[in-house]
Structure formats: structure tokens, C-alpha cells
């Protein structure tokens, strides 16, 4: 499926993540896509945003270790919000904020995977958006998801990548590329 100009959500819940705004603004400014920056109060926002009509969202959201949202009205599990992106539109989910691999797996239990999303560990400061410009970029190029993951990523669970984040990814359809 390839996606002709995405427009693009930063979609903020919570208070984290100010001092990334900025910084990860800039994988998609040299695209020429739309970006929007948002920052939600409460789920009603989030609707209210998402019926904009966006295929990415880059999503900043601390979980605590039951994979709730933390400091954003309602509490809710991850895997509920995710679902609420995907009905309404989204294809493609970086959660840009670091949070622990038992907090997605508990906060994904509702989630039901119609959706590809990276779910972050660790950004590794200015790694996070120096890798995924880089893999915007790839995608841009054709390259399936896996492709350009493959080709960022080094793939040797022994080896240590600083200038990669660490992450995990759930590829749901690989053959989405953007046209921007």
C-alpha cells in the first residue's frame, strides 16, 4: 500500500516528552509532509484530532508496568489507544518515548493488531531521530518496513548499536511505503 503524502500526527499525552517535540519534528520536516503537533488533554481530544484524517501518529506516552497510560485522564491501556489510532485511520505508530518491554506486553493485551507500530525502549538520545529519518526516508525509496529495518538495524542481539534506539517492532502489513 503505498500512502501519497501521509500526513503526520505528534501526539502528546501526558507530560513527557517536551524536550522531544523539537528534536524528532525535524524526521519529517525535510519530507515536505503535514505535521501536526498535539498535545492532548483527554481521550475527547485525542478523537476530536485523529478525525483529521492522520496516517502516522508519533506518539509520546510513559506506561506504567500494567501498561497504563501515565498522568492523562482515564488511564487507559496502551493497546485501547492503539486501537482507537488504527479505527480511525492510522497505519504506522512510533511510540517515541522510552518505556519497559513488560509494559507494552501488558499494555497491548486489548490491542488488535491491524496495525504496525515501534514501541520504543530506549532512545539513545538524538539516536531516535537521526535512525528514524533515516528510515522515513527509506520508505520514501520503496523500501518495505522490514527492508529498511534490515538495512538500519544491525541484527546481532550481541552486537551494541549506539546510534540505533533500542526498539521493538510489530509489522502487521510490511508493504507500506510513503510518497512525500
Known amino acids: 500500500m503505498e500512502i501519497d503524502t501521509p500526513k503526520v500526527l505528534m501526539l502528546k499525552l501526558g507530560n513527557d516528552a517536551e524536550d522531544f517535540f523539537e528534536e524528532d519534528s525535524n524526521i519529517y520536516s525535510s519530507f515536505g509532509t503535514s505535521v501536526a503537533k498535539f498535545a492532548a488533554k483527554n481521550i475527547d481530544d485525542v478523537l476530536s484530532e485523529l478525525s483529521k484524517g492522520y496516517q502516522i501518529i508519533h506518539l ?3 506506561l506504567n508496568e500494567e501498561g497504563r497510560i501515565l498522568n492523562f485522564p482515564g488511564s487507559k491501556l496502551l493497546g485501547e489507544l492503539l486501537n482507537t489510532l488504527q479505527t480511525n485511520g492510522a497505519a504506522f505508530t512510533i511510540v517515541a518515548t522510552d518505556n519497559s518491554i513488560a509494559a507494552y506486553k501488558m499494555g497491548n493485551r486489548s490491542f488488535s493488531n491491524k496495525m504496525n507500530i515501534v514501541m520504543t525502549l530506549d ?3 538524538g539516536a531516535f531521530a537521526r535512525y528514524f529519518s533515516s528510515f ?5 525509496r520503496g ?3 522490514s527492508e529498511a529495518m534490515a538495512k538500519l538495524s544491525p ?3 550481541v552486537e551494541d548499536a549506539p546510534e ?3 526498539t521493538v517492532i510489530l509489522i502487521i502489513n510490511d508493504h507500506i511505503t510513503f510518497r512525500m
Do not use: F
Open 164 to 166: 540505533t534506539p533500542d
Open 143 to 145: 523500501k518495505k518496513i
Open 136 to 140: 522515513i526516508s527509506e520508505l520514501r
Open 60 to 62: 509520546y506516552v510513559s
Open 123 to 125: 532512545r539513545k538520545k
Open 155 to 157: 541484527q546481532n542481539p
